[in-house]
Each structure stands twice: as C-alpha cells, then as structure tokens.
C-alpha cells in the first residue's frame, strides 16, 4: 500500500464526479494540451521503464498487500463470469448475458473499492469507480477496444495518483495485475463473444489492444533470448506466453484467428522486421500516441475529472510521470527508416503516417 504520507495528502482532496468533455474537434486541442494527456502519457513511460527486460515472473516478485487486493478484486470479476454463462441466442456475436455481468460490476464498484482501498480513501470511490467499470467493455455495442483498456489503465494510474499504491508497484502492477486484467478482458471476449471496436481491420496494431503491445515490448529490451522475430515461432509464443505479455497477445491472436499471420495481423508482422526491441518499444509509442490518443472517436469517451483534468499543462511542459516522482520519464525513439518492404514505421497507413509525422522526433539513447 502507498504510505501513509501519500494518503494523508489525499485527506482534503476535493474527489468529483467524472465527466466526458471532449465533444468536438476543438476540445481535442486542449486534450491534446492537459495534464489528463500528460500525467496519463506519463504512466505509460513510467510502467514502460519499470518492466525494461524482467519477465512477468520477475516483475511480479515482492508483491504488496495493494497490489493482492487489486488481484483478489479482478479475480472478483472473473469468478462472477463462470457465474454468469453466455446464453443461447440468434445472433453469434455479442451475447446479451455480459451487460448482466457489466450491470453487476456498475452496481457493486463501489463496495468492491471499498474492500480493496483504505477507509481514508473511500471518498475517492466514486470518481476512481467509473475507470474501472468503463475498462471491461460497452454494455450496449457489447464490444471491447483500446478506449475500454485506456480506462482500466487510467484506474491503475489513479490507485498511484492517491497514493495508495507506489513506485515500488509498478512493476508488479504490469506484470501482475494488467496481466491478470488482459487473461480477464479475452475471457470476457470469447465468452460473451465481444465485437472489436473501432477496428481498423489489417492495418490495426490488434483488434482490442495497444499497452501490453508497448509494455511487452519493454520486457524483451536488453533480453538476448528473444529477437523481433521470436514472436513468429509457435514453439517460442507457447512456451513462454505465460511470462511475456506480447507472446501472450500473440498466442491469443493465433487461438482467434485463422490463416496466414502476416495477412491478418500485417502490422504486428512488420514489426518483427525492425532491428531491435528499442526500436520497436519507441516506435509502438509512438504510434499508440498517434493512433489511439489522437483520435477523436476514442478520447471523447475518456471521463475527466480531479484526477484527470483537462487544465492545460504549463508553458513549455514536457512529458512526465504522473505525480509519483520527480524522475524524468525516457526519451522515445523516432519509427525506424528502412527500405521499400521493411518494417518502417510499422507499415502504417497513411493517417497513422501523417500523424507519426507531426510527433516532435526525439531520440533515445540506447
């Protein structure tokens, strides 16, 4: 658990209810400018830098009592999925028994948050609640995409942000509690057969995530066992898909598709191409920032509130860590150029070129 200076800091915090506000194009300009982007940006860099070359066995030793609580409550959630069974219906995909399962976890965030969370901090249930419910998929469309994993990682940021869970953590946060998230979103998937949303079909990184493709990543940095071309070996995917989580992507993509790799997940395929796991990690965050955080369909979904506020950064801001530390989070790495037919940029389309092209290009140092 965080200490006890970090939550008694939190003690005449004024915790409000979150709200959508993006809701044009002109509010994207002051997304794109405030401290949610920034400090959220941040986290990703932090929990990146955290889990550069351990495995999840590695990454998962030492573990808090905050860090079981979180564990015992997605354990929660998973148990109330055998609970619940898909039932039989006309139509293939998108059973109607998750809203059941979505309608449960809305009506009993708050009690579960309170088992998990110190008395102290049960006035930020409320406002923390709403990450955590929006992080498992739309009750309506019945489907699942990265905005739906954005929220869930912008609960974990939130349980640092109020202090109670600490540096210490992160580690364990990514390679055991997103961990365990990912094995419940792909249950939720298959069992109540969960549309992707906002696929973008061949030219989409996955059908329904982007993090563990970035955090996966930074796992094999430094890590001369696995090359960028380690991932295209069923025998290697399978035997060591429990410790890394972009095997564990790969070894679910395999399960839910068919035919050849390289046409129905292009993009991962042309990532095996790039030289180095640096490379591919700077490159992946780049693109998460050009594809997922710049797109309006995505972030006018996002909740805002004293946690995550649309207050502009000040002048001259770089991105940063969320407020856990004063550390400065890692330069990324500028798409790898290559020839015609290499995994340049990933073989983007052309948006997600464009949008790579209006990133400040900034080097890491290897």
Known sequence: MGTTEQCNAMDNH????PMKLVRNMDDMLQWDKSEAHFEYLGFIYAVNDAVKGKSNAQGGTNVSEGINKVLQLLDQLSQWVDDI???QQPQRFGNIAFREWYNKLKSEAIPLLHQVLPENLHRGVPEIMIYLVEG??????IDYGTGHELSFVMFLCALFKIGYLKEEDMPATACKVFVKYLELARKLQVTYRMEPAGSHGVWSLDDYQFVPFIWG???F???PKFEPTS???DSIVNAYAH?????ACIQYINQVKTGPFAEHSNQLWSVSGVSGWSKINGGLIKMYKGEVLSKFPLVQHIYFGSLFTLKSCELGASTRRPRLSGTAPPNILAPPSGKPGSASEFKQPASSTKALAEENSITEDN
């Not at 410790?243 to 095997?247: A, E, I, K, N, V």
């Open 221 to 223: 940095i430094g890590n």
């Open 136 to 141: 498992f998929g739309n009750s309506t469309r």
């Open 231 to 233: 991932f295209l070996k």
């Open 243 to 247: 410790d890394y989580m972009f095997l």
């Open 85 to 87: 069974p898909a039932i």
């Open 217 to 219: 990543s930074a796992q």
């Open 14 to 17: 004024q915790f409000i209810t």
